[in-house]
């Protein structure tokens, strides 16, 4: 009997989302700035490992949705209309740390300037690490809870610019769509070059 005849049965989706994860780069300090999810992509990376689309050549992500850190129902939708700076972060890396103060003091100094911060946190699998971590930096911005990565895995379509390493910092423009992503810790002067473009938009 050919073996390619036998019955194939499907993988438990937990398993899956393990493998999907496992694909991420976990505590990236240094990144080139490659595009990601395949294709024929019109990303753009500067010297600085960030990497740009085109106004009309953006997409918008899936749904981003869930549960924060202290419990309260978000949804990025809810921004448009505004440039929106995700972060992917866990308490546990240490570039991670490293940028957090960076995105603290931005995140204040763009209070009330058109731009929302939101976190995603993800692999602590003890919530309590997360919301220490998030008083230790003084980060005041709402992130969403996501310790087995769906979020992640789920909100961003193939061929867009995904976030492939941890940390890694999305930004949507003033119409919800995808226009820049690093895949390494951010100061604040390369924070900043990833918001001011956007914000500068008519």
Request: with cysteine; net charge positive.
């Amino acid at each position: 009997m050919s073996l390619s005849r036998a019955p194939r049965r499907a993988l438990p989706a937990v398993v899956v989302l393990a493998a999907a994860l496992a694909t991420l780069t976990a505590c990236s300090s240094d990144s080139k700035g490659k595009s990601g999810g395949g294709g024929d992509t019109n990303f753009v990376t500067n010297t600085g490992g960030i990497a740009t689309v085109a106004k009309g050549e953006r997409q918008a992500p899936n749904k981003l949705a869930g549960e924060t850190l202290d419990g309260k129902p978000l949804d990025v939708a809810d921004f448009k209309g505004k440039v929106v700076v995700l972060n992917v972060w866990g308490s546990w890396c240490s570039p991670c740390r490293a940028e957090a103060p960076n995105f603290a003091k931005v995140s204040k100094a763009y209070q009330g300037k058109g731009v929302e911060f939101v976190g995603v946190n993800t692999r602590d699998f003890k919530k309590q690490d997360a919301v220490n971590f998030e008083s230790d930096y003084d980060i005041t911005y709402p992130s969403f809870y996501d310790p087995a990565g769906k979020i992640i895995l789920s909100g961003f379509p193939k061929g867009s610019l995904i976030p492939q390493a941890i940390p890694s910092t999305i930004v949507l423009d003033k119409n919800g769509k995808i226009a820049a992503r690093s895949l390494m810790a951010l100061d604040e002067t390369k924070l900043k070059t990833m918001i001011d473009p956007l914000l500068a938009e008519k």
